[in-house]
């Protein structure tokens, strides 16, 4: 393994809720060295959500040290934390986010605009990343012409045409079927072994128990953080695994201004349909 790529020390997060006082992290201190696999795992409420927001730019601590390639977020500016986010770290939600009206191939360019990267380059490197999750067949399909799995699969590739040193995946099984969730767990499993560190937030057991490395979180502190090296990707949607299908309620997020999309850093809103990428 080599250096460390996110580190967290002593992390407080409170908010403000009206009168009410609301302590979603209490003192958070863990860090993850480049090429690890591990999964942040916990309950709604637990902190785990909060901790992701922390290691992708997106929140500041109210107390503590949060370092993502070895800057200190809370010493740097929003532009800063937006180009830290768009260079360093690779976004996949459970829901996708693809722009609808936009093509698979023009979703996944669309952080290469933000870098600055010449339109026939940033195609070129936007049609590697869906060759390599095999979906060079799909570039001009509209997003609601795919099936879940190959929404999962675009989103993957957009959060590596950059070549993020940190892929953050936030419940990205959460809406697939057993057999579509394992496949895309088997892709992570590739990308990380080519060097880049993986980290899933999930409320699923059976994702903590088959990953190299579990950090679960309660009440907004490490409940603990076990190590398996023999733990198999491939597993943990197996016929043998715990069946923790949980329809999960989650929390409204209370936030006191509009937050930035993660996947640039910065709003979309302003972007007509028929913009160029």
Same mark, same amino acid.
């Given at each position: 393994?080599?250096?460390?790529?996110?580190?967290m020390?002593?992390?407080?997060k409170?908010?403000i809720?009206?009168?009410e006082?609301?302590?979603?992290?209490?003192?958070?201190?863990?860090?993850?060295?480049?090429?690890?696999?591990?999964?942040?795992m916990?309950?709604?409420?637990?902190?785990?959500?909060?901790?992701?927001?922390?290691?992708g730019?997106?929140d500041?601590?109210?107390?503590?040290?949060?370092?993502?390639?070895g800057?200190?977020?809370?010493?740097?500016?929003?532009?800063?934390?937006a180009?830290l986010?768009?260079?360093t770290i690779g976004?996949?939600?459970?829901?996708?986010?693809?722009?609808?009206?936009?093509?698979v191939l023009?979703?996944?360019?669309?952080?290469?605009?933000?870098?600055?990267?010449?339109k026939?380059?940033?195609?070129?490197?936007?049609?590697?990343?869906?060759?390599?999750?095999?979906?060079?067949?799909r570039?001009?399909h509209l997003p609601?012409?795919l099936?879940?799995?190959?929404?999962q699969?675009?989103a993957?590739a957009?959060a590596?045409?950059?070549r993020p040193?940190?892929?953050?995946?936030?419940?990205p099984?959460?809406?697939?079927? &057993?057999? =579509?969730?394992r496949?895309?767990?088997e #892709?992570?499993?590739?990308?990380?072994a080519?060097?880049?560190t993986?980290v @899933? /937030?999930t409320?699923?057991?059976?994702?903590?128990?088959?990953?190299?490395?579990c950090i679960?979180?309660f009440d907004?502190?490490?409940? &603990?953080? =076990?190590?398996?090296?023999?733990a198999? #990707?491939?597993?943990?949607?197996?016929?043998d695994?715990?069946?923790?299908? @949980? /329809?999960?309620?989650?929390?409204?997020?209370?936030?006191?201004?509009k937050?930035?999309?993660?996947?640039?850093g910065?709003?979309?809103?302003?972007?007509?349909?028929?913009?160029?990428?």
């Amino acid at each position: 393994m080599g250096e460390n790529v996110i580190l967290m020390s002593d992390v407080k997060k409170t908010y403000i809720m009206g009168e009410e006082k609301v302590h979603a992290l209490r003192g958070v201190s863990f860090s993850v060295r480049q090429g690890e696999f591990l999964s942040i795992m916990g309950p709604s409420g637990s902190g785990k959500s909060t901790c992701m927001n922390m290691i992708g730019c997106l929140d500041r601590p109210t107390s503590g040290i949060v370092k993502i390639g070895g800057k200190e977020t809370a010493k740097m500016t929003e532009k800063e934390l937006a180009v830290l986010r768009n260079k360093t770290i690779g976004f996949v939600f459970q829901q996708y986010h693809l722009l609808p009206s936009m093509t698979v191939l023009e979703n996944v360019m669309m952080p290469l605009r933000y870098q600055g990267i010449e339109k026939n380059l940033r195609r070129d490197m936007a049609l590697d990343a869906l060759s390599k999750v095999s979906l060079g067949d799909r570039v001009n399909h509209l997003p609601n012409e795919l099936s879940g799995g190959q929404k999962q699969r675009v989103a993957i590739a957009r959060a590596t045409v950059t070549r993020p040193s940190i892929i953050l995946a936030d419940e990205p099984t959460g809406a697939l079927d &057993s057999k =579509t969730g394992r496949s895309v767990m088997e #892709l992570f499993g590739e990308i990380n072994a080519a060097g880049t560190t993986i980290v @899933i /937030v999930t409320h699923d057991p059976r994702i903590g128990d088959s990953t190299r490395r579990c950090i679960r979180i309660f009440d907004g502190q490490i409940q &603990s953080d =076990t190590e398996n090296p023999d733990a198999d #990707l491939s597993l943990a949607f197996s016929e043998d695994s715990v069946d923790s299908r @949980i /329809v999960e309620i989650r929390p409204k997020m209370v936030v006191k201004e509009k937050p930035k999309n993660p996947i640039i850093g910065i709003d979309l809103d302003f972007l007509p349909d028929y913009a160029e990428f």
